[in-house]
């Protein structure tokens, strides 16, 4: 019955080393997004993709890029991990159609630790 | 930056009602008002949204007040595996895009 997956659940990586994170969906949902949530904090989006069309947010570091290769899966690209990167990083979807009526299904995040 | 005022903290007792307040004094009137839960190292769970009238759902209640100022979130019964920090959010269009932006959320305790 999972909808939003997400692997690994929990990820160590060391500083400046490339990391991917990746996220599936069997929604079939046409909106991918993630987030950044770091401790005690409440979650920030990154990016999200609409079908192909990407969509950075102005204060998204470049250290962050998205791939998106089909409509089910979604990866996120941290290329130079910096300690301040740790954190958990959210995946979710939402189908797209009903604009500010769109609910959003989140996974079960990726917990990033850098050594 | 997010446009609602919550409290930090709420506690409830085990099997009573609980009412979450939200402040959006700037809500525009396409604003929908979505409010979402995390549970302890979970990702957000989506709860309920409206628009301008009271919404009901299997998991909780959402009272909107006729100016559209303010929300309450209604969980009739709360159970321990409610408690949880309770997002309310207001999603607003623009350039295409609809983006949920958390603010810090209520932390809600359930006493046994």
């Known amino acids: 019955d999972a909808m939003v997956i997400q692997n690994p659940r929990y990820q160590v990586t060391q500083f400046g080393k490339p990391v991917t994170l990746s996220c599936s969906q069997t929604?079939?949902?046409?909106?991918m997004y993630w987030y950044q949530q770091k401790s005690s904090q409440a979650p920030k989006l990154l990016f999200h993709y609409y079908d192909k069309d990407f969509n950075n947010e102005a204060d998204t570091p470049d250290n962050f890029q998205s791939r998106r290769p089909n409509t089910s899966f979604c990866f996120l690209d941290i290329r130079s991990p910096g300690l301040g990167d740790a954190a958990m990083y959210l995946c979710?979807?939402?189908?797209?159609?009903?604009?500010?009526?769109?609910?959003?299904?989140f996974g079960p995040g990726t917990r990033l630790t850098v050594l | 930056d997010a446009k609602t005022t919550q409290p930090n903290s709420m506690e409830s007792n085990e099997e009573e009602p609980v009412h979450l307040p939200c402040n959006h004094s700037?809500?525009?009137?396409?604003?929908?008002i979505h409010w979402y839960r995390q549970l302890p190292s979970q990702g957000p769970e989506y709860v309920i949204h409206g628009l301008t009238s009271n919404v009901n759902n299997r998991m909780a209640s959402l009272a909107i007040a006729e100016d559209r100022k303010s929300s309450t979130l209604i969980l009739h019964r709360a159970t321990l595996r409610d408690a949880a920090v309770y997002y309310c959010?207001?999603?607003?269009?623009?350039?295409?895009?609809?983006?949920?932006?958390f603010g810090k959320g209520t932390k809600l305790s359930v006493i046994p």
């Open positions: 959010i207001l999603m607003t269009s623009g350039a295409g895009s609809y983006q949920l932006t």
């Open positions: 979710a979807t939402s189908l797209g159609l009903a604009g500010v009526a769109d609910t959003q299904y």
């Open positions: 700037t809500i525009s009137g396409t604003d929908y």
């Open positions: 929604l079939n949902h046409n909106v």
